[in-house]
């Protein structure tokens, strides 16, 4: 990618030691780094207008509001939504899903509903479907996955048919690495009156996302994953969907009216946004997403896309590694899944910590995936846009020494 020196400039946590050997950050699936002026923008805001939003009309509760409402804009065309208004702040992606489970979902399914998701899914895009089926009575069923780790779209179209309600799946899986057919999959559920429900927090900071060209009735992500602070995300809606459901929360900010005995609600987006918002998180994302945009988001793909070429055909060629996922490159996001024979990924982590290498070990919130595959954890290396050659290289040098360290044999991981 061009200027990748130039982007890597911009992080200055990548420009340390681990364990006296340089940092290689391959745990982007877990969260991202910011930049300097992601961490510039937030400080501006704290230094020269912090105030709070759409309740005042002093100088600062009118810049903040604006800089406020200005990233909502920035994310709508960022998602290419039809308006600002089905643009959503959250906590993050996981509130967001729980949200339409708690709003949409309680007050369109009962008993005999089915919902539909894959088992593929983080814990954020099951438990909150599990939980709504154990309180209306509706029917939770599993789409499976194909012998090379996609979504298995013949099982969908069985799966999905005229009880089906709602359908929930991720555009990109966080352990397989795979991409599933959003646009096949909203078909099939709008055929039989059901939404779609995606989770997007792989997606977003990874690829171009186009929400209306998906015709996803609602799309969830989190900032932090693209390199705006914690404890922000988004959750996109139509907007006939939106002004339909019920609040999620009660309190300031999203009301109309409030007399001692009733009230009434604002409208969407206002209506979900509950109390004192995370403004500076906002703030925050829609710088990251003006950083990710000078960039451009194409750029950062085929820039992920070159890493996992590089490094998943030469992962591949070690004795005794199991890849999990497709193991073709043009079929894999930037995330690869993988065990060595005889030693446990938690261990595998640490060796490979030992050489400045970060990367995840354990179940990644999927459990259901986890026994789907048969193994109890696995190591985990992601890829962003600072990640370089050299990294995807030093990655695959750091597992084959581990095997040699701990003299591994061949066989099955469990």
């Known amino acids: 990618m061009d200027k990748l020196e130039q982007i890597r400039a911009d992080f200055p946590i990548l420009q340390q030691t ?31 207008d912090n105030a709070n939003v759409h309740r005042g009309v002093h100088t600062l509760a009118q810049r903040a509001t604006t800089a406020y409402e200005t990233a909502r804009q920035k994310v709508q065309h960022f998602l290419h939504a039809a308006a600002p208004e089905e643009i959503i702040f959250t906590r993050g992606c996981t509130e967001a899903l729980n949200l339409v489970a708690a709003t949409y979902g309680r007050t369109h399914l009962q008993a005999g509903d089915e919902i539909v998701i894959s088992v593929a899914e983080h814990h954020s895009n099951l438990i909150p479907w599990q939980q709504l089926a154990h309180q209306t009575g509706a029917r939770l069923r599993y789409i499976g996955l194909t012998a090379t780790g996609e979504l298995d779209l013949a099982a969908a179209q069985q799966l999905i048919n005229d009880h089906t309600k709602l359908v929930a799946v991720a555009h990109a899986t966080n352990v397989l690495g795979t991409i599933n057919p959003i646009q096949q999959l909203a078909a099939l559920a709008h055929a039989h009156g059901a939404v779609i429900v995606v989770d997007g927090a792989q997606a977003v900071p990874h690829m171009p996302v186009d929400v209306q060209a998906l015709d996803a009735d609602f799309y969830a992500f989190s900032g932090h994953k693209l390199m705006a602070p914690t404890g922000i995300g988004v959750l996109y809606g139509k907007a006939a969907l939106l002004a339909d459901m019920p609040p999620y929360q009660y309190g300031g900010e999203m009301i109309s009216a409030v007399h001692q005995q009733t009230s009434t609600w604002a409208a969407a987006p206002y209506k979900f946004e509950a109390g004192t918002p995370n403004i500076a998180g906002a703030i925050g994302l829609g710088a990251a997403i003006d950083y ?10 085929a820039h992920e896309q070159q890493l996992v070429a590089q490094a998943l055909p030469a992962l591949l060629q070690i004795e005794g590694l199991t890849v999990y996922g497709p193991h073709d490159p043009a079929q894999h996001t930037g995330v690869i899944a993988f065990n060595l024979v005889g030693l446990h990924p938690h261990d595998l982590a640490t060796a490979l910590d030992m050489e400045g290498i970060a990367v995840r070990a354990g179940h990644h919130c999927a459990q259901p995936l986890m026994e789907y595959l048969g193994v109890s954890a696995t190591a985990r290396a992601s890829f962003y846009l600072y990640n370089t050659a050299a990294e995807a290289a030093a990655l695959v040098a750091a597992v084959q020494k581990a095997k040699e360290f701990f003299h591994l044999g061949t066989g099955e991981i469990k």
Do not use: K, S, W
Not at 293 to 301: D, H
């Open 18 to 48: 681990v364990n006296e050997e340089p940092l290689v950050y391959l745990d982007n699936a877990a969260t991202a780094q910011r930049p300097t002026p992601v961490l510039e923008r937030v400080r501006q805001f704290y230094q020269t």
């Open 292 to 301: 990710l945009q000078t960039i451009g988001m194409a750029q950062i793909a």
